[in-house]
Protein backbone atom coordinates (compact mmCIF):
# COMPACT_ATOMS: atom_id res chain seq x y z
CA UNK A 1 0.00 0.00 0.00
CA UNK A 2 1.68 3.45 -0.51
CA UNK A 3 2.09 5.52 2.37
CA UNK A 4 -0.61 8.58 2.75
CA UNK A 5 0.90 12.11 3.19
CA UNK A 6 1.65 13.12 7.18
CA UNK A 7 -0.86 15.84 8.02
CA UNK A 8 1.17 17.18 10.32
CA UNK A 9 2.86 18.06 6.86
CA UNK A 10 0.63 21.06 5.90
CA UNK A 11 3.05 22.70 3.54
CA UNK A 12 4.20 19.29 1.83
CA UNK A 13 0.99 18.14 1.90
CA UNK A 14 -0.44 20.70 -0.42
CA UNK A 15 2.46 20.36 -2.83
CA UNK A 16 1.88 16.68 -3.20
CA UNK A 17 -1.05 14.95 -5.35
CA UNK A 18 -4.22 13.92 -3.34
CA UNK A 19 -5.45 9.91 -3.49
CA UNK A 20 -8.71 8.81 -2.51
CA UNK A 21 -8.73 5.28 -0.67
CA UNK A 22 -11.88 3.51 -1.04
CA UNK A 23 -12.22 0.96 1.93
CA UNK A 24 -14.33 -1.85 3.00
CA UNK A 25 -14.84 -1.25 7.11
CA UNK A 26 -16.41 -4.59 7.20
CA UNK A 27 -19.37 -6.17 8.62
CA UNK A 28 -19.33 -3.15 10.93
CA UNK A 29 -17.79 -3.64 14.23
CA UNK A 30 -14.02 -1.75 14.05
CA UNK A 31 -13.07 -5.67 15.35
CA UNK A 32 -13.23 -6.65 11.58
CA UNK A 33 -11.44 -3.81 10.13
CA UNK A 34 -8.22 -4.82 8.20
CA UNK A 35 -4.70 -3.65 9.28
CA UNK A 36 -4.45 -1.97 6.18
CA UNK A 37 -7.85 -0.18 6.59
CA UNK A 38 -6.75 0.92 10.11
CA UNK A 39 -3.53 2.49 8.75
CA UNK A 40 -5.34 4.40 5.94
CA UNK A 41 -7.39 5.42 8.66
CA UNK A 42 -4.95 6.88 10.89
CA UNK A 43 -3.20 8.72 8.25
CA UNK A 44 -6.52 10.10 6.06
CA UNK A 45 -6.84 13.99 5.81
CA UNK A 46 -10.76 13.43 5.45
CA UNK A 47 -13.38 10.25 6.36
CA UNK A 48 -16.01 10.43 3.45
CA UNK A 49 -18.24 7.68 5.43
CA UNK A 50 -21.59 5.86 5.06
CA UNK A 51 -23.87 4.65 8.00
CA UNK A 52 -21.63 3.13 9.91
CA UNK A 53 -22.89 0.46 12.67
CA UNK A 54 -19.70 1.00 15.08
CA UNK A 55 -19.32 4.39 15.69
CA UNK A 56 -15.47 3.55 17.13
CA UNK A 57 -14.50 3.31 13.46
CA UNK A 58 -14.50 7.47 13.35
CA UNK A 59 -12.28 6.64 15.82
CA UNK A 60 -9.30 5.33 14.00
CA UNK A 61 -8.53 8.89 12.42
CA UNK A 62 -5.81 11.51 13.60
CA UNK A 63 -7.59 14.50 15.67
CA UNK A 64 -6.78 16.70 12.39
CA UNK A 65 -9.02 14.64 10.00
CA UNK A 66 -12.46 16.50 9.05
CA UNK A 67 -15.48 13.91 9.35
CA UNK A 68 -17.62 13.93 6.62
CA UNK A 69 -21.30 11.63 7.09
CA UNK A 70 -22.99 11.10 3.94
CA UNK A 71 -25.84 8.38 5.14
CA UNK A 72 -26.20 5.63 2.76
CA UNK A 73 -28.33 3.25 4.91
CA UNK A 74 -31.45 2.47 3.72
CA UNK A 75 -34.61 4.28 4.30
CA UNK A 76 -33.06 7.21 5.52
CA UNK A 77 -31.64 10.33 3.66
CA UNK A 78 -28.47 10.46 2.53
CA UNK A 79 -26.13 12.57 0.18
CA UNK A 80 -26.99 12.07 -3.61
CA UNK A 81 -24.10 9.86 -5.15
CA UNK A 82 -23.21 12.62 -7.85
CA UNK A 83 -22.55 15.09 -4.88
CA UNK A 84 -20.28 12.43 -3.13
CA UNK A 85 -18.42 12.28 -6.56
CA UNK A 86 -18.05 15.99 -6.67
CA UNK A 87 -16.79 15.91 -3.30
CA UNK A 88 -14.36 13.20 -3.35
CA UNK A 89 -12.82 14.76 -6.73
CA UNK A 90 -12.89 18.20 -5.71
CA UNK A 91 -11.06 16.98 -2.50
CA UNK A 92 -8.28 14.87 -4.11
CA UNK A 93 -7.72 18.02 -6.60
CA UNK A 94 -6.46 20.52 -3.49
CA UNK A 95 -4.07 17.44 -2.36
CA UNK A 96 -6.04 15.90 -0.01
CA UNK A 97 -5.82 12.20 1.34
CA UNK A 98 -9.28 11.14 1.93
CA UNK A 99 -10.75 7.80 2.77
CA UNK A 100 -13.95 7.05 1.64
CA UNK A 101 -15.13 3.91 4.10
CA UNK A 102 -18.17 1.83 2.83
CA UNK A 103 -19.46 -0.97 4.85
CA UNK A 104 -18.57 -4.22 4.00
CA UNK A 105 -16.40 -4.53 0.81
CA UNK A 106 -16.28 -1.63 -1.70
CA UNK A 107 -17.20 -3.99 -4.72
CA UNK A 108 -20.08 -6.04 -3.02
CA UNK A 109 -23.37 -3.21 -3.61
CA UNK A 110 -20.83 -0.82 -2.61
CA UNK A 111 -21.56 1.63 -5.74
CA UNK A 112 -17.65 2.10 -6.01
CA UNK A 113 -17.62 1.83 -9.68
CA UNK A 114 -19.61 5.28 -9.89
CA UNK A 115 -16.98 6.90 -7.68
CA UNK A 116 -14.48 5.10 -9.52
CA UNK A 117 -15.09 6.67 -13.01
CA UNK A 118 -15.67 10.06 -11.33
CA UNK A 119 -12.13 9.68 -10.31
CA UNK A 120 -11.07 8.55 -12.90
CA UNK A 121 -12.37 11.41 -15.71
CA UNK A 122 -10.68 13.86 -13.33
CA UNK A 123 -7.29 12.32 -13.32
CA UNK A 124 -7.26 11.45 -9.71
CA UNK A 125 -5.42 8.70 -7.91
CA UNK A 126 -7.02 6.07 -6.03
CA UNK A 127 -6.81 2.89 -4.29
CA UNK A 128 -9.60 0.49 -3.37
CA UNK A 129 -8.85 -1.70 -0.18
CA UNK A 130 -10.75 -5.11 0.58
CA UNK A 131 -12.85 -5.62 3.64
CA UNK A 132 -15.23 -8.36 4.68
CA UNK A 133 -18.40 -8.71 3.22
CA UNK A 134 -21.09 -9.00 5.53
CA UNK A 135 -23.14 -11.67 2.98
CA UNK A 136 -19.53 -13.95 4.48
CA UNK A 137 -19.42 -12.93 7.90
CA UNK A 138 -22.73 -12.79 9.50
CA UNK A 139 -23.55 -16.08 8.57
CA UNK A 140 -20.43 -17.28 10.07
CA UNK A 141 -20.77 -14.77 12.91
CA UNK A 142 -24.42 -16.80 13.85
CA UNK A 143 -22.99 -20.16 13.61
CA UNK A 144 -24.65 -20.94 9.56
CA UNK A 145 -21.94 -22.33 6.77
CA UNK A 146 -22.91 -21.22 3.62
CA UNK A 147 -21.64 -24.45 1.82
CA UNK A 148 -21.92 -27.78 2.61
CA UNK A 149 -20.54 -31.22 0.86
CA UNK A 150 -24.48 -32.73 1.66
CA UNK A 151 -26.47 -29.70 1.94
CA UNK A 152 -25.41 -26.88 -0.11
CA UNK A 153 -22.25 -26.87 -2.91
CA UNK A 154 -22.81 -23.43 -3.50
CA UNK A 155 -24.87 -19.68 -2.61
CA UNK A 156 -25.52 -16.81 -4.45
CA UNK A 157 -25.38 -13.63 -2.87
CA UNK A 158 -27.67 -10.67 -4.03
CA UNK A 159 -29.61 -7.37 -2.72
CA UNK A 160 -33.19 -6.91 -2.39
CA UNK A 161 -32.82 -2.96 -2.82
CA UNK A 162 -35.15 -4.05 -6.26
CA UNK A 163 -36.63 -7.65 -5.82
CA UNK A 164 -38.77 -6.89 -8.97
CA UNK A 165 -35.56 -6.97 -10.91
CA UNK A 166 -34.27 -10.61 -9.78
CA UNK A 167 -35.31 -13.58 -11.15
CA UNK A 168 -36.74 -15.30 -8.60
CA UNK A 169 -37.43 -18.63 -10.48
CA UNK A 170 -34.00 -19.23 -10.27
CA UNK A 171 -32.87 -17.53 -6.81
CA UNK A 172 -35.61 -20.39 -5.48
CA UNK A 173 -33.52 -23.04 -7.06
CA UNK A 174 -30.27 -22.27 -4.95
CA UNK A 175 -29.44 -24.42 -2.33
CA UNK A 176 -28.58 -21.63 -0.19
CA UNK A 177 -29.26 -17.91 -1.03
CA UNK A 178 -27.99 -14.53 0.82
CA UNK A 179 -29.55 -11.35 0.76
CA UNK A 180 -28.67 -7.91 1.49
CA UNK A 181 -30.45 -5.10 2.04
CA UNK A 182 -33.66 -6.80 2.64
CA UNK A 183 -35.21 -6.23 6.13
CA UNK A 184 -38.22 -3.72 4.85
CA UNK A 185 -39.02 -6.25 2.25
CA UNK A 186 -39.25 -9.69 4.18
CA UNK A 187 -42.84 -10.30 3.26
CA UNK A 188 -42.29 -9.50 -0.73
CA UNK A 189 -39.24 -11.80 -0.32
CA UNK A 190 -40.93 -14.99 1.48
CA UNK A 191 -43.81 -14.79 -1.14
CA UNK A 192 -41.55 -14.39 -4.20
CA UNK A 193 -39.87 -18.06 -3.11
CA UNK A 194 -42.68 -19.83 -1.69
CA UNK A 195 -44.34 -18.50 -5.03
CA UNK A 196 -41.36 -19.93 -6.90
CA UNK A 197 -41.20 -23.43 -5.54
CA UNK A 198 -39.20 -23.28 -2.16
CA UNK A 199 -41.20 -25.55 0.46
CA UNK A 200 -42.60 -23.84 3.32
CA UNK A 201 -40.67 -25.55 5.82
CA UNK A 202 -37.22 -24.09 4.25
CA UNK A 203 -35.34 -22.69 7.38
CA UNK A 204 -34.37 -19.15 6.78
CA UNK A 205 -32.27 -16.80 9.22
CA UNK A 206 -32.28 -13.24 9.81
CA UNK A 207 -28.88 -12.02 11.45
CA UNK A 208 -29.57 -8.31 12.79
CA UNK A 209 -26.39 -6.08 13.81
CA UNK A 210 -24.01 -9.30 12.69
CA UNK A 211 -20.34 -8.63 15.09
CA UNK A 212 -22.32 -6.31 17.21
CA UNK A 213 -22.96 -6.73 20.97
CA UNK A 214 -26.64 -6.32 20.13
CA UNK A 215 -26.58 -8.90 17.43
CA UNK A 216 -29.61 -11.02 17.15
CA UNK A 217 -30.38 -14.36 15.25
CA UNK A 218 -34.24 -15.37 13.92
CA UNK A 219 -34.29 -18.91 12.60
CA UNK A 220 -37.60 -20.07 11.51
CA UNK A 221 -39.29 -21.45 8.30
CA UNK A 222 -39.97 -19.78 5.04
CA UNK A 223 -43.98 -20.01 6.06
CA UNK A 224 -42.92 -18.89 9.65
CA UNK A 225 -40.73 -16.36 9.51
CA UNK A 226 -42.88 -13.99 9.71
CA UNK A 227 -44.53 -14.43 12.85
CA UNK A 228 -41.08 -14.92 14.70
CA UNK A 229 -40.30 -11.45 13.41
CA UNK A 230 -44.19 -10.22 14.94
CA UNK A 231 -43.48 -12.76 17.88
CA UNK A 232 -39.90 -10.46 18.82
CA UNK A 233 -41.55 -7.51 18.68
CA UNK A 234 -38.90 -6.38 15.81
CA UNK A 235 -40.52 -3.45 13.77
CA UNK A 236 -37.01 -2.67 12.12
CA UNK A 237 -34.95 -5.52 11.15
CA UNK A 238 -32.38 -3.41 9.00
CA UNK A 239 -29.32 -3.62 9.38
CA UNK A 240 -29.41 -7.27 8.70
CA UNK A 241 -28.56 -10.50 6.55
CA UNK A 242 -30.62 -13.20 5.51
CA UNK A 243 -29.72 -16.78 4.66
CA UNK A 244 -32.67 -18.81 2.65
CA UNK A 245 -31.66 -22.69 2.76
CA UNK A 246 -30.88 -26.10 4.53
CA UNK A 247 -27.22 -24.85 5.84
CA UNK A 248 -29.85 -22.53 8.54
CA UNK A 249 -30.50 -26.11 10.18
CA UNK A 250 -26.75 -26.62 10.65
CA UNK A 251 -26.54 -23.41 12.83
CA UNK A 252 -27.91 -25.23 16.54
CA UNK A 253 -25.07 -27.97 15.87
CA UNK A 254 -22.37 -25.16 15.00
CA UNK A 255 -22.78 -22.29 17.33
Known amino acids: MTPMANPSRQATRDASPGKVYLLGAGPGAVDYLTLQ ?4 LQQADILVYDALTDDRLQ ?4 ENCRLIHVGKRGGQPSTPQVEINHLLVEECQKGQQIVRLKSGDPFVFGR ?3 EIQALKA ?8 PGLSSALAAPLLAGIPLTDPVLSRGFGV ?3 HDIDALNWEALAQLPTLVLLMGGRKLGA ?6 GHGRSPYCPIAIIRWAGQPEQAV ?17 ERLSPCVIVVGEVVSLREFLQ
Open 112 to 114: ASA
Open 37 to 40: GQQC
Open 218 to 234: IASTLEEIEQRVVEQNL
Open 189 to 194: IVQQLL
Open 122 to 129: AECDFEVI
Open 59 to 62: GQVN
Open 158 to 160: FTA
